[in-house]
């Protein structure tokens, strides 16, 4: 296992963590539902194997090495995953992806004229336009969103990657709620950390190496001091890695 305080230990838990917002946010916008079908099964098995690879696949138990509050961040977050929300996620027929396609563009299109003068706000507008085009030559792939999913492997490929453009557009919708509520001061606002661009910025940045077709916009911020900071936070106080930090 290497040193949990490096700082590639923690570039990894917060990618798990990121991916388990993003999979949170899939499962909360209801037009995402059959994104979240395809997407988060594969998502929790590839956060899983790459905390195992990298961590191993036991959190040693004794008092060197790591410390107490390294061993509970690495417990809570397996806990986490095994707690595979996917196996309740409904398969619903993909009847309506003219209509999935319409509200995930609507939310990047927002994307694209947000601003409060962060570095990473600027990034996030960059990086829509991206997302935006790979919805639109995905869509073209799939004769505009109509007609049933050929399941060859072609094809199925194809929908794996709408998927990822789908649940970008879930969680900026779900950002863009949040800061919202916090610009309104509303008092049952979510924490200022949904609010925060930083989170979904890591999640995009991720989501656009998954699909691979673009490099990605320049200059990358740095999300994984900020992400970090929110793991170790909730496990400090025994809240989990959802969207609201929901106490365990």
Do not use: K
């Not at 094809?155 to 970008?168: G, H, P, S, Y």
């Amino acid at each position: 296992m290497r040193p949990l305080g490096s700082r590639s230990a923690h570039r990894t838990l917060a990618g798990v963590f990121l991916d388990l917002l993003c999979c949170h946010c899939l499962l909360r916008v209801p037009w995402s539902a059959t994104a979240a079908s395809r997407l988060v099964p594969e998502v929790l098995r590839q956060s899983a194997e790459e905390l195992g690879l990298y961590f191993g696949p036991h959190v040693p138990d004794g008092p060197e090495g790591h410390g107490a509050a390294g061993r509970q961040q690495l417990r809570s977050i397996r806990t986490e995953l095994a707690r595979r929300p996917s196996e309740d996620i409904p398969c619903p027929p993909d009847r309506n992806r003219l209509g999935t396609a319409r509200a995930a563009r609507a939310a990047l299109v927002r994307l694209c004229s947000a601003a409060d003068g962060t570095p990473h706000t600027a990034w996030l507008r960059s990086a829509a336009p991206l997302l935006l085009n790979e919805l639109a030559s995905l869509e073209l792939e799939f004769g505009g969103g109509l007609g049933p999913i050929p399941y060859h492997r072609p094809a199925t490929a194809l929908a794996e990657r709408r998927a990822l453009v789908v649940a970008a557009g879930a969680c900026t919708e779900t950002w863009l709620a949040a800061s919202a509520e916090a610009s309104a001061a509303r008092t049952d606002a979510p924490s200022a950390f949904l609010a925060d661009p930083v989170w979904l910025t890591g999640v995009l940045q991720r989501t656009v190496v998954r699909l691979g077709t673009t490099p990605l916009p320049g200059p990358v911020p740095d999300v994984a001091a900020t992400a970090t900071a929110e793991v170790l936070e909730r496990c400090a106080q025994g809240r989990r890695f959802d969207l609201y930090g929901t106490p365990l």
